[in-house]
């Protein structure tokens, strides 16, 4: 497949939870964590997902594995449909995409040795025919996440946050897939640490040809990664281009507010913070057209009657607001 081309395709993609109450637990609501989102990861290619908690950026990530099975939509990856695979193509197709976790600790057996934890994947999928030969591939992805092989016998307990996270990562990569989903791969760990695992993953997709799509619940860190930023707000995606453009140009008011939000490095520099009034809204019962209209700072009448289409504004630019189309 050619770099440019697309590896993952979402299409339409939704998925609600029910709200269950009374004694028969009759569903009385749905929580619309992904409502009718559409984007596409190139090959080879790191996407940035971000948004607040609570904006469904996990349970996208997770609806694409089937990890939650979706309530609607596509997931087209490398051309095949992954939402209508049976679970035997469903077992071929997950070898190809892998998740790293936010919590290191809490994704990693406390009772297997690091050995036994990277080469449960090689054992599932049938990579490796004895156990010599998959020590000798655990003890060469240890070495490419920056572990050596005096680390294999050992158990999660014994290391520190980021190198548990290295653990996490060389588990993904031992079966060679095509895109890995890093969930909040950094949000746990000290700043100081974040930037040396995501330089890892930055080396490591260049090493192996991988593609990312990378969620946080912060700009600042997929400023680094990503080739192209996607923003969440409450199940929908308001806005989607290059990470130039984005930071250089943001569009969406909603992505505005969240840029305002980074610290400069340079004290000098004058930066109008722009504060969000208010929480996140329920999405069980998300307001009415303009879904951020309740917070916008630049909201007028139309915005909470009409929702707005996802438009290109300009070379895959594409945003979500009514302000755009006057
Ligand atoms: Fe704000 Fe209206 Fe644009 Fe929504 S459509 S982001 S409420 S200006």
Same mark, same amino acid.
């Given at each position: 497949? @050619?770099? #440019?081309? #697309?590896?993952?395709?979402?299409? #339409? ?27 596409? !990861?190139?090959?080879?290619? *790191?996407?940035? %997902? ?9 349970? *996208? ?12 939509? $596509? ?13 035997? $193509? ?12 936010? =919590? ?8 297997? *040795? ?12 049938? %990579?490796?025919?004895?156990?010599? $030969?998959? #020590? ?26 980021? +190198?548990? +996270? ?7 990569? @031992?079966?060679?897939? /095509?895109?890995?989903? @890093? ?6 760990? =000290?700043?100081?640490?974040?930037? +040396? !695992? ?11 040809? &991988?593609?990312?799509?990378f969620i946080a619940h912060d700009l600042s860190v997929v400023k680094h990664i990503s080739d192209r930023v996607a923003v969440m707000y409450l199940g929908k995606i308001v806005e989607i281009t290059d990470k130039e453009?984005?930071? $250089? ?6 992505? +505005?507010?969240? &840029?305002?939000?980074?610290?400069? @490095? ?9 504060? %969000?009034?208010? =929480? ?17 700072? /630049? ?11 996802? /438009? ?10 009514? &302000? &755009?189309?006057?």
């Amino acid at each position: 497949m @050619a770099a #440019n081309e #697309n590896l993952l395709e979402i299409k #339409n993609l939704k998925k609600y939870f029910p709200v269950k109450a009374g004694v028969f637990k009759k569903t009385v609501g749905h929580v619309k964590a992904v409502d009718d989102i559409s984007f596409a !990861v190139k090959n080879g290619e *790191t996407l940035g %997902l971000v948004g607040e908690s609570g904006c469904g950026k996990s349970t *996208t990530g997770r609806t694409i594995l089937r990890l939650l099975e979706a309530t609607a939509g $596509e997931v087209i990856f490398d051309g095949k449909d992954v939402l209508a695979m049976d679970k035997k $193509e469903l077992r071929g197709i997950r070898k190809e995409m892998q998740i790293i976790f936010q =919590d290191p600790y809490a994704s990693l057996n406390p009772r297997m *040795t690091v050995a036994d934890i990277i080469g449960e994947p090689l054992d599932i999928h049938k %990579l490796v025919s004895n156990k010599k $030969e998959r #020590n000798e591939k655990v003890k060469d992805i240890l070495e490419k996440v920056g572990l050596g092989e005096e680390y294999m016998n050992r158990y999660p307990h014994e290391f520190s946050g980021g +190198q548990r +996270q290295r653990i996490g990562v060389a588990r993904a990569l @031992a079966v060679d897939p /095509k895109l890995i989903i @890093a969930d909040e791969p950094v949000s746990a760990l =000290d700043v100081s640490i974040q930037a +040396q !695992v995501i330089n890892l993953l930055q080396d490591l997709q260049n090493e192996f040809g &991988l593609t990312f799509l990378f969620i946080a619940h912060d700009l600042s860190v997929v400023k680094h990664i990503s080739d192209r930023v996607a923003v969440m707000y409450l199940g929908k995606i308001v806005e989607i281009t290059d990470k130039e453009k984005l930071y $250089e140009d943001p569009l969406h008011p909603y992505t +505005q507010s969240l &840029l305002s939000a980074i610290p400069v @490095a340079d004290p000098t520099a004058k930066k109008d913070r722009i504060i %969000l009034e208010g =929480d996140v809204p329920s999405p069980v019962d998300p307001p009415s057209g303009c879904r951020f209209h309740p917070r916008c700072p /630049k909201a007028f009448d139309k915005c909470s009657i009409e929702e707005p289409v996802f /438009k290109d504004y300009g070379d895959g630019h594409f945003a979500a607001c009514h &302000l &755009l189309e006057e």
